[in-house]
């Protein structure tokens, strides 16, 4: 209890916080943030539905990558967002803290999100992976591991079901469109996912190894292409 409590300070220092909200949830979840956003009726069982994903998934071992994990990292946001992004798998960070994109790569995100959309990451997005455990040394998920956890991929985006979908680099965009994706030559391309947009761009790490006025430029034209189908 007292480790996740740690982690869930840490969780809450990484958004920015300065001080502990008045009421934490039991599960240690992430504080909910006033949104003004309508929800539609269809959307308003949508945390109920993606805890009944997170329960069918529980403590999972259909693959090799539950050996060596610390937590599962199941997702993140407001399950009612019209954004989602979907990035490749937890980091170290994230198998410590089981929550997506808190490490230097989830700044990076948060960063995209907040200062180069202006939303809010919490509260106008949600985030998740296509594996839902750490692959040993951060090395891309194996197609067996893929197999395992995509169907629980599908089930999050299905009861989300946002406007816009972007897949952060290579192995994302690949599960998604079900063929190898050179991202390189195809991020900033405009797909469909399940009768849903989909937007391929590089993942936030590529930027961190690869931090050019190129690569920065290029996300951030991906970005405004996302903002203009929302409509923000």
């Known amino acids: 209890m007292l480790q996740e409590l740690k982690n869930y300070l840490l969780f809450l220092k990484d958004y920015g916080y300065t001080e502990i909200p008045q009421q934490i949830e039991l599960n240690l979840s992430p504080p909910k943030k006033t949104s003004k956003t309508h929800t539609s009726p269809s959307k308003q069982n949508n945390p109920d539905l993606l805890q009944a994903v997170q329960d ?13 994990r610390n937590k599962i990292v199941f997702g993140s946001g407001n399950p009612n967002a019209d954004l989602v992004f979907v990035g490749e798998g937890p980091g ?61 991929l599908l089930k999050q985006l299905e009861v989300i079901r946002p406007k816009v979908i972007v897949a952060l680099g290579k192995p994302a965009s690949s599960t998604l ?25 590089f993942h936030p790490a590529y930027l961190l190894r690869f931090y050019t006025v190129e690569n920065r430029k290029a996300v951030h034209e991906d970005m405004k292409k996302v903002l203009e189908v929302l409509g923000k």
């Open 56 to 68: 069918e998934l529980g403590d999972c071992t259909r693959c090799k990558l539950s050996e060596g």
């Open 92 to 152: 170290k960070d994230e198998d410590e803290q089981g929550f997506p994109f808190v490490g230097r790569a989830g700044k990076k995100l948060t960063e995209i999100i907040e200062k180069g959309m202006g939303l809010n990451r919490e509260q106008d997005t949600y985030i998740c992976n296509i594996v839902k455990c750490r692959p040993p040394g951060n090395r891309d998920p194996e197609a067996e591991e893929i197999s395992a956890c995509k169907p629980f």
């Open 177 to 201: 469109l079900g063929r190898s994706v050179p991202i390189t030559k195809e991020r900033g391309t405009w797909h469909e996912f399940e009768g849903i947009k989909l937007m391929l761009t």
